[in-house]
């Protein structure tokens, strides 16, 4: 019988997420897809500035922002009348913007990127069965070549909103469905409107209900866009999921060009004509959310643990952020050096996240976005998904009673910052940079009076409590402490200042993910040790 650490099971967005994060850490596991082959279908398009952020630290930015598309804007457009042009806008200093990517390009660098690894996805290869114990999971796949056993330490369950290891951990998935029908389609048209803004048109009635709607979103290309609208008569209808799940395509119903352009007649801004149907399909769409992210051995992530309506997109990002989150924090119990309830970290951090996130689209979908009460710079960092953070996580040191002078707080997304020296690079670094490995990074503040002894005493304690797994950085504003020798960055510009109002002698722990574990000022060995106890086995329990 074959055995593997992790079995992922799924090969979209999310799987693939997490099959890359495990492997670039050194950890063994197979992914499996049923699908012969990738589907060529614009399904997820949004690419938030949070995931842009992830696929910096995987290394695989630049592939995506070479195919990707801005998301400048949206226009607004009612019972033919123009509305307020949204644009999406945001705060200087955040490192990314709104982008448009086909799921099926998204698919293609994440697989170019896992192949880096030695790994490849195994086509046409279905979960059949999964069976755990305290020691391993016992799998049951059907393979192109027949019927295989496999013994797994543990299975991550990206296999979408039917997902078959939900149903193998014996997860709940409550929800409902909406009564609407709708359709998708990939076409260029000839309108005139601005490049890089979506289009939502919309009809109400004498009772003021919408009763007709059509949304466009741009996809590379000359006038390209994803087009969505509520479905006719003729295509509509279709039965649920065989888990009695209503969600997502249905290839049986295929729209043409013309009930597309039969939709452009009536809402589109100007008059236009459809042209170049890539690909169309009905869809349906539920909101549903499990119980738990995990049962012992079996996880869940992405669509198989969170489906919701498509507003803002947020289901393909928030799945990402799932299998980020989730893999860091695997690979360190399959290496030995994982506390001993670190994987319990997973539910307590993400399930409330996907339970915002269902609550939040189901909520934009019946009312609009412009229902939202908070102010627009506020709700674009939502939609950008750089709120998401972990102020109650089990692994954050809460911030002190008397709070903090400033900056980000235990739990928070660590901001980027611009302007940073270093002695042998003659031009200047992002903080992004010094965060981009793998590891938890230790940063270090010196200022005048902070002592060099004091700070190699935290730096040894904290690699130690590590297991070796951890960078550190010490950030100066003026002059460096005499005799410092660790790797050493100069806050020339101010903007670590600014974005973490950091005190002389403060340390700030930030974990794989991005996220900031803790704030200790003074900086102590001892504090440091304990944090880091948190998420990582006593020194000498692993196996370094």
Partial sequence: MAEVDVLVVGAGPVGLTAAAELRRRGVDCRIIDRLPAPQLYAKAVGVQPRTLELWEAMGMSRAALDEAVPMLGQLLFENGRPGPRVELALPPEIPYRFAALPQYTTERLLTEHLAGYGTTVERGTELLSAEQDEDLVRATLSTPDGTEQLRARYVIGCDGAHSRVRRAAGLSFEGDAFPEQYMLGDVEVDWDLPAGYGVRASHRDGDGRVDDILVCIPLPGHRRYRMSMTVPPELGGGADGPDGV??????????????????????????TTASRLRWSSTFRISHRLVDRYRTGRLFVAGDAAHIHPPTGAQGMNTGVQDAYNLAWKLALVVRGVGAEDLLESYQAERHPVGEEVVGRTVRHARDGVDADPEDLTTVLLREAQLLVGYPDS??????????LPGGPVPGDRAPDCTGLT??????????????????????????????????HACAAAATTAAHGLLDVYVLTADARPDGLLLPQAEDTAGTFRAAYAPRDGEAFVVRPDGYLGGRFHPARPEHLTAHLRRTFAATGAGGG
């Fill in 246 to 271: 209503t969600h997502g395509l249905d290839a049986g119903r295929v729209p043409e060009l013309r009930h597309i352009q039969d939709v452009l007649d009536r809402l589109s801004p100007s008059p």
């Fill in 394 to 403: 089990p692994l954050v040191d809460p911030a002190p009673p008397g709070g």
């Fill in 422 to 455: 270093r002695d042998l690079a003659a031009f200047p670094q992002r903080l992004f940079d010094l965060l981009r490995g793998p590891h938890h990074t230790l940063l270090l503040y010196a200022g005048p009076g902070t002592a060099a002894d004091a700070l």
